[in-house]
């Protein structure tokens, strides 16, 4: 009996250390302007929420967990929660590098390293050293499978 009173004992201590909390707050840019749909997640866990349009969010989270907060163009943020119910942030614009996304079609962009296949590329300092008349020009020759044809085959015609 003693056995399962101090079992019962310890589950019980146990989850009263980790109760979970309502953790409220605003979600700004540097300016103080409100920033709508950033991503609010418990790092190292599938629990999250975004801001909605006046930059507020609610999560449920235990103290000691870490929220994560993430917007495009924006550097990420991490607030541990502690004894505060509200926890709000702003969010700092950082350069970003966009040399790894490809337009694939009809501005449909994708990670260059998600393809299973090569892509080519043609970098516009390329483009400016061939002097051509126009940017459809300068692509021939430099992109494989790619064929440029004049409407009239005289030179200086509309390719």
Request: zero cysteines.
């Amino acid at each position: 009996m003693t056995k399962t009173l101090l079992a019962a004992l310890l589950l019980v201590g146990s989850q009263a250390f980790a109760q979970q909390k309502t953790v409220t707050g605003k979600v700004t840019s540097e300016q103080g302007a409100p920033l709508a749909g950033v991503s609010i997640v418990i790092k190292g866990t599938n629990t999250g929420t975004s801001s909605n349009s006046e930059g507020n969010y609610s999560i449920r989270a235990e103290v000691g967990q870490v929220l994560q907060f993430r917007f495009i163009g924006s550097a990420l943020v991490e607030r541990t929660v502690g004894a505060d119910d509200v926890i709000s942030v702003a969010l700092r614009r950082v350069a970003m590098d966009l040399d790894a996304v490809v337009v694939t079609a009809l501005g449909q962009t994708a990670e260059q390293r998600s393809f299973g296949y090569a892509q080519q590329s043609v970098q516009g300092a390329e483009i400016a050293q061939t002097q051509r008349e126009n940017f459809v020009n300068a692509l021939q020759g430099r992109v494989a499978g790619v064929d440029v044809t004049s409407t009239s085959g005289v030179p200086g015609a509309s390719t």
